[in-house]
């Protein structure tokens, strides 16, 4: 079953630190997209791309970054983690995959990231 | 700017009661609307949609019909289950331009045996 897959499940680190959260998909969609979960603040969206060649911000991209390395792998970087980066994040793909149009997203199970 | 709002929660059921949980828009044109689910240590998954003023959304015995006088999508489900238990959100998709996503606050609903 074509599915969206993150790596890892569950990340404890601490102030300072590089992490790096990845992506992968076998849908084939085009649009691939990293939002955070917070307690009674639902999703927000922190990066989306379009395509391989296509990187935009989302409401809340400050203090992350990502790269497109291909059409079925998107990650997301934190630079420099900060305790208020401690979150649920959620990788989503939509789009355009086979000849048909999916404006629904398709989520990945997430992953629990923790900053010490 | 689009937003959602989605009435607040915790919301506790007995099983077999009815439910309703309200979903308000503002958007500029005509958006998508969709119902999520989140069920525990999981992501969110496509509950419903409707793409269309009147459209009605169906699956699992929810429903939500798109109502662009009154600008709402409230979801409804005549006899809801203890396995209901989850997180529901409102989302709105705006089909043109960057095809972004808003999503509601979302709403746990409890359902007691």
């Known amino acids: 079953d074509a599915d969206v897959t993150q790596t890892p499940r569950n990340r404890i680190t601490k102030t300072g630190k590089r992490i790096m959260l990845e992506c992968s998909q076998t849908?084939?969609?085009?649009?691939m997209y990293w939002y955070r979960q917070d307690p009674g603040l639902g999703l927000r969206l922190i990066y989306y791309?379009?395509?391989?060649?296509?990187?935009n911000k989302g409401e809340i991209s400050d203090g992350y970054s990502v790269s497109r390395q291909a059409q079925a792998k998107f990650s997301l970087s934190l630079e420099s983690a900060i305790p208020n980066q401690t979150a649920l994040y959620f990788c989503?793909?939509?789009?355009?995959?086979?000849?048909?149009?999916?404006?629904?997203?398709?989520f990945g199970p997430g992953t629990r990231l923790t900053v010490l | 700017g689009n937003s959602v709002t989605q009435m607040e929660g915790p919301v506790t059921l007995s099983e077999e009661a009815f439910l309703t949980i309200n979903c308000t828009y503002t958007?500029?044109?005509?958006?998508?609307l969709f119902w999520y689910v989140q069920y525990p240590g999981e992501g969110l998954q496509l509950l419903l949609k409707?793409?269309?003023?009147?459209d009605k959304g169906s699956n699992k015995g929810f429903e939500a019909t798109y109502r662009k006088e009154t600008t709402s999508f409230h979801l409804e489900k005549g006899s809801v289950q203890v396995s209901d238990s989850a997180v529901y959100f409102c989302?709105?998709?705006?089909?043109?331009?960057?095809?972004?996503?808003?999503f509601g606050a979302g709403t746990r609903l409890f359902v007691k045996a």
């Open positions: 989503a793909t939509s789009g355009l995959a086979g000849g048909k149009a999916y404006n629904e997203q398709f």
């Open positions: 849908k084939g969609h085009d649009r």
């Open positions: 791309s379009f395509d391989v060649k296509d990187i």
């Open positions: 958007a500029t044109g005509y958006p998508s």
């Open positions: 409707a793409t269309k003023a009147d």
């Open positions: 989302a709105l998709t705006q089909n043109t331009g960057g095809f972004k996503t808003i």
